[in-house]
């Protein structure tokens, strides 16, 4: 079965940096698309960034724009997010996600799999 699994949450002080790493497996990885979203308590689930197939394309929220990239390597079956000069207001549970199709999506409903995600906390 298609499997998603996030890691390299943390705990880190604001300005830092982490970078996370989705491991996928039970699909052909490198036909999809594949996205990062997060959730805050409380709040609702929120776009990131998003990566074609070949990575030839990418996209981001505004929110984090400049700060975050996203990246593929087809050959480990591994996406990744690198976040650096982390905020407060970065503090979500991050999810990757797999597309419906080869492309790039911000919206939620065009990914059909989904990770467990992996805990980013941002504090002083």
């Known amino acids: 079965q298609v499997q998603l699994v996030e890691s390299g949450g943390g705990l880190v002080q604001p300005g830092g940096s982490l970078r996370l790493s989705c491991a996928a497996s039970?699909?052909?990885?490198?036909?999809?698309?594949m996205g990062w979203f997060r959730q805050a308590p409380g709040k609702e689930c929120e776009f990131v960034a998003t990566?074609?197939?070949?990575?030839?394309?990418?996209d981001y929220a505004d929110s984090v724009k400049g700060r975050f990239t996203i990246s593929r390597d087809n050959a480990k079956n591994t996406v990744y997010l690198q976040m650096n000069n982390l905020k407060p207001e970065d503090t979500a549970v991050y999810y990757c996600a797999a597309a419906y199709y080869s492309g790039w999506s911000r919206d939620s409903g065009m990914y059909c799999n989904w990770g467990q995600g992996t805990q980013v906390t941002v504090s002083s």
């Open positions: 039970g699909f052909t990885f490198s036909r999809y698309g």
């Open positions: 990566i074609t197939w070949s990575g030839s394309t990418t």
